[in-house]
Nanobody, 120 residues
Framework: QVQLVESGGGLVQAGGSLRLSCAAS????????MGWYRQAPGKQRELVAT???????NYADSVKGRFTISRDNAKNTVYLQMNSLKPEDTAVYYC??????????????WGQGTQVTVSS
């Protein structure tokens, strides 16, 4: 059983910054790609950014140049540094990770979500 726990959300004014963290714990053998997704009210969940186990990032066009994804493999943690935040970034942000457990089974897990609200 693997758990993903997010932290770092909150309320910020437009132009401000927030840093999200997501730590994986449990029966972990290895972790593959990790990422962040978001879901605004009335909208579908969308990809924000992903990062491979080797550190190669991928970003949605809407956040390129403003958000930076990184990971600390020793801590099984992925981060999302969000700068120049806009009201349209307001959403619940979810962490996702491909995790291989100690039985060598791969699964895709989700965190519980953390609210990010950007006021204008």
């Amino acid at each position: 059983q693997v758990q993903l726990v997010e932290s770092g959300g909150g309320l910020v004014q437009a132009g401000g910054s927030l840093r999200l963290s997501c730590a994986a714990s449990g029966s972990i053998f290895s972790i593959g790609t990790m990422g962040w997704y978001r879901q605004a009210p009335g909208k579908q969940r969308e990809l924000v950014a992903t990062i491979t186990s080797g550190g190669i990032p991928n970003y949605a066009d809407s956040v390129k140049g403003r958000f930076t994804i990184s990971r600390d493999n020793a801590k099984n943690t992925v981060y999302l540094q969000m700068n120049s935040l806009k009201p349209e970034d307001t959403a619940v942000y979810y962490c996702n990770a491909r995790v291989q457990d100690r039985s060598y089974v791969w699964t895709s897990g989700w965190g519980q979500g953390t609210q990010v609200t950007v006021s204008s």
